[in-house]
């Protein structure tokens, strides 16, 4: 890792293949991080656990995870990029943490109010006190700082309280982290609720597209994208929020500002507009799937950089973990 520059952590769950909207609004932007930060990439699986998984098909997600990283042109030479699970030190780190968390806290977390009303049938331990997994995830590598949306700004709060409550009570122990709200990057609304964040959770599989769509499919979900009966291609998140929606998404992906796309479709229908957005996105997306593809008929040459990744990990971490361990009492023998 690079000691000069200011270190970046950020995971991502394995809960599907990643949408469009994971691409433009996180992925393209560590592309960018990874030239001008130390960056720490990971594919959380553990996070996943929270919901029961099919044990199958997360072994599958998480492999797919980890080469769409490399697909979407993380590299490994550029950046540390690993799988959460294949790092012991997460789920001991965790532990500790727990014991300086406190059950106000975790209270308040809205995302465990939301994740309990969808799934009533499973409200667990794990749902309810994954944000110390997420602090140890953050402070095992003294992150100096971590890409967040809007939903998570709380966790990261959580992860600057805990560190500061550590840091006080024994001696400067953990880097505490700031959130990172990148320049770069569009939030991607749903195609079918452009009122709502695009979700590869979403139970509608029009509302979103994965990085993974063919091009067939990629054109009728923009086509099937809810817009108006105004017919008028212009930038109105209020009143038009479908259509702001597809132009922020051929804005990000073409580079064309708000002006130059209502210019360019001045006096023509929706469908000329769609057919264009989901041209260009089938244009950005094929470079991926051809490196997805090819990676993924490489088992060994992915498990080797697996390996990699979590060995590199295993060490800066192990550092963080035994600097703790020793401050508040752990007996351990040399």
């Not at 089938?282 to 697996?306: G, R």
């Amino acid at each position: 890792m690079q000691e000069n520059k200011k270190r970046i952590f950020s995971g991502i769950q394995p809960s599907g293949y990643f949408t469009l909207g994971n691409y433009l609004g996180a992925l393209k932007n560590w592309t960018i991080l990874q030239e001008e930060y130390d960056c720490i990439f990971c594919v959380v699986d553990l996070h996943a656990l929270t919901v029961r998984q099919e044990p199958k098909e997360l072994r599958q997600r998480t492999f797919d995870s980890f080469v769409q990283l490399l697909a979407c042109g993380i590299d490994p030479e550029k950046a540390l990029v690993f799988v959460q699970s294949q790092v012991s030190t997460h789920s001991e780190m965790a532990w500790l943490l727990n014991c300086y968390t406190y059950m106000g806290e975790l209270n308040r977390m809205t995302q465990f109010k939301d994740k309990s009303a969808k799934h009533p049938e499973n409200i667990n331990a794990g749902l309810y006190t994954y944000p110390s997994l997420m602090a140890a995830d953050i402070l095992l590598y003294q992150a100096d700082l971590v890409p967040v949306g809007d939903d998570q700004k709380q966790h990261i709060e959580l992860s600057r309280d805990i560190a500061i409550r550590f840091n006080n009570s024994y001696s400067p122990t953990f880097q505490v982290p700031e959130g990172y709200f990148p320049k770069v990057g569009a939030r991607i609304m749903s195609l079918q609720e452009p009122n709502k964040k695009m979700s590869k959770s979403d139970e509608n599989v029009n509302a979103y597209i994965t990085l993974l769509d063919d091009p067939d499919t990629i054109m009728k979900k923009v086509k099937r994208a809810v817009t108006d009966s105004d017919n008028q291609v212009r930038y109105d998140i209020q009143n038009k929020a479908g259509v702001s929606n597809l132009m922020d998404i051929y804005s990000s992906l073409t580079g064309k500002n708000r002006v130059d796309i209502e210019r360019e479709f001045e006096g023509k229908g929706y469908g000329d507009f769609k057919t264009a957005v989901g041209q260009s996105i089938i244009d950005s997306l094929k470079p991926i799937q051809d490196k997805f593809n090819e990676l993924s008929e490489n088992k060994d040459y992915v498990h080797q950089l697996m390996k990699q990744g979590a060995e590199q990990a295993s060490k800066i971490s192990h550092k963080t973990l035994r600097k703790m361990k020793k401050k508040i009492g752990i007996y351990e023998v040399k």
